[in-house]
């Protein structure tokens, strides 16, 4: 899954000297740092990019073939294409947290610890970079589905309002990659909880069907999944203003009103993780 190298690890660590290391100032050298350990692992760029591109280019049109063909007024294609961003966004981040045990097992993470630099910039250094790869995937995968017929609305408004639903998906998700990185000791374990984190709320998110199709209990837990909010912020921003998902979890009328709302849920699930990351990451630097 990821290759263990140490060269890159005592150079940089050796940047973050006394006096140049100190503060914000770090938080370039730790990010460069963390970036060529990842283009070192080509895998962990690639591997979480493969299933929803299939989702996007193969199963995404089949699905609107026939699925699609009993939703009259419903671009199923597009639909699906746009959540597939959200099984691509998880995977990315979770990945990422094989780095952060290989970095604590084999890396030079005591090194760093050692240094004259807030710890929680480590945490936001590495978070930094999966974000960034993670936004290169999000928009390989845009464009090979409009290649293969997703039809996006392309708006200020709608483009912000996509851009900034999966930042803050990208953050939260970061943070639970973190945390659950830092309490496992080893990579098989880490490995072996990713699928019921990063896949298992995608098929009950409205992903490939509105959460409203769902029995009461299950429509419910729906609603308190940030994934869920996220797929129907996503659709509102790039599907036409498409505002059914916000509806079904909302129930209320004024568009913008339920934009809001979820947006804001899946702010505080960015930042509660964040935080929580940060300490669990205190902690386990202490042990």
């Not at 970095?103 to 480590?122: F, M, S, T, V, Y």
């Not at 339920?258 to 929580?276: E, G, I, R, Y």
Request: proline share 5%.
């Amino acid at each position: 899954m990821t290759t263990l190298t140490t060269a890159a690890d005592t150079t940089d660590t050796a940047v973050l000297s006394p006096g140049r290391g100190r503060g914000l100032g770090a938080l370039p050298t730790l990010a460069r740092r963390r970036l060529e350990l990842t283009a070192r692992t080509p895998r962990e760029i690639v591997v979480p990019l493969v299933t929803p591109v299939l989702f996007a280019v193969v199963i995404a049109p089949a699905l609107a073939t026939t699925v699609g063909a009993f939703l009259p007024g419903v671009d199923y294609m597009t639909y699906v294409a746009i959540a597939t961003v959200g099984l691509l966004v998880p995977l990315t981040m979770m990945f990422s947290g094989v780095s952060v045990i290989a970095d604590r097992e084999n890396g030079a993470r005591r090194d760093l610890l050692a240094a004259p630099i807030p710890r929680q910039l480590i945490v936001v250094g590495n978070l930094a970079v999966a974000l960034l790869i993670c936004s290169m995937q999000v928009g390989v995968l845009l464009v090979a589905s409009a290649l293969r017929g997703a039809d996006y609305t392309w708006t200020v408004s709608g483009t912000g309002w996509f851009v900034a639903t999966v930042a803050l998906l990208g953050i939260g998700m970061y943070g639970v990659a973190e945390t659950l990185a830092n309490r496992t000791p080893r990579i098989e374990e880490y490995i072996a909880v990713v699928p019921a984190i990063a896949i298992v709320p995608w098929f009950f998110a409205g992903s490939l069907f509105r959460i409203a199709t769902l029995p009461v209990g299950l429509e419910w837990f729906a609603r308190f999944l940030p994934l869920t909010h996220v797929m129907a912020l996503m659709r509102y921003g790039l599907q036409g203003g498409n505002a059914t998902g916000l509806h079904d979890i909302w129930g209320m009328t004024d568009v913008t009103t339920m934009a809001v709302l979820s947006l804001t849920v899946v702010a505080v699930f960015a930042v509660l993780m964040t935080a929580v990351s940060v300490r669990v990451f205190g902690r386990a630097a202490v042990r």
